[in-house]
């Protein structure tokens, strides 16, 4: 049951240059995005989110784009630096109604940066 | 920072022992979780826990599983009974509060992890 998506399992990019993450969803019920970094031997850690109401959200070098009619998200990361090498995990969540906000991964996608 | 921590950060256990994985959440937290993930698999929602009872379950957390808040700071996942299959990498995470669009209440912070090794 892959309700969460990123169909690139590595990426590799430059030092300075732009690192873009993909990540598509099926369940339309989603309305709440958000990405985990994760360091080995380490737990995610919070990098971005985006409420569904929201088209893009921007955080010093990390901004998530959200297109909800193609039910994709994405991650830029301007510029690289070798620092941001981890898993980065998409995550997808249902805030209406009373949710408990589970939420509900992709398999990550393997980010290195060299110098 | 506050961050969420865990105990023991490894542990291994014979098949069919009982094992206890504790987290101390952000203190001010009101919303628990654990997840799992099995080596090379994705995270898995296991559990969420709110006002001392269980708000919603997983397939995967059976009747083998139990969470508890024994006290203002703890929050503990057992296993009765381990399984192979039970190995794993738990992460155990809190949210602020359940619900509002105050900035980073619907973030879940999650801690380092405890890895279970079921021989």
């Known amino acids: 049951d892959q309700q969460v998506k990123q169909n690139s399992p590595s990426l590799s990019v430059q030092e300075g240059r732009i690192s873009i993450l993909n990540c598509d969803y099926t369940n339309s019920m989603f309305d709440y995005f958000l990405w985990y970094k994760k360091y080995p031997a380490e737990g995610p850690t919070f990098l971005i989110s985006?409420?569904?109401?929201?088209d893009k959200n921007e955080d010093g070098r990390f901004t998530v784009f959200l297109n909800k009619s193609a039910k994709h998200l994405s991650l830029h990361i301007v510029p690289s630096q070798p620092g941001d090498s981890a898993v980065y995990f998409c995550?997808?969540?249902?805030?209406?109604?009373?949710?408990?906000?589970?939420?509900?991964f992709g398999k990550g996608t393997l980010l290195t940066v060299n110098p | 920072e506050p961050e969420v921590t865990q105990t023991p950060s490894h542990q291994v256990t014979q098949m069919g022992q009982e094992v206890i994985l504790r987290c101390v959440p952000i203190s001010n937290h009101l919303y628990f979780y654990w997840y799992r993930q099995i080596l090379g698999q994705k995270v898995e929602f296991l559990v969420s826990?709110?006002?001392?009872?269980?708000?919603?379950k997983s397939e995967i957390f059976d009747d083998q599983f139990s969470v508890e808040r024994p006290d203002g700071s703890n929050f503990t996942l057992k296993i009765r009974s381990t399984k192979l299959e039970d190995s794993a990498m738990y992460f155990c995470a809190s949210r602020l509060i359940a619900g509002g669009l105050r900035k980073g209440t619907d973030t879940q912070y999650f801690g380092p992890g405890t890895r279970l090794t079921v021989l």
């Open positions: 995550a997808a969540s249902v805030r209406s109604g009373g949710s408990n906000y589970k939420l509900t």
């Open positions: 826990f709110y006002n001392n009872e269980i708000s919603e």
């Open positions: 985006i409420s569904s109401i929201k």
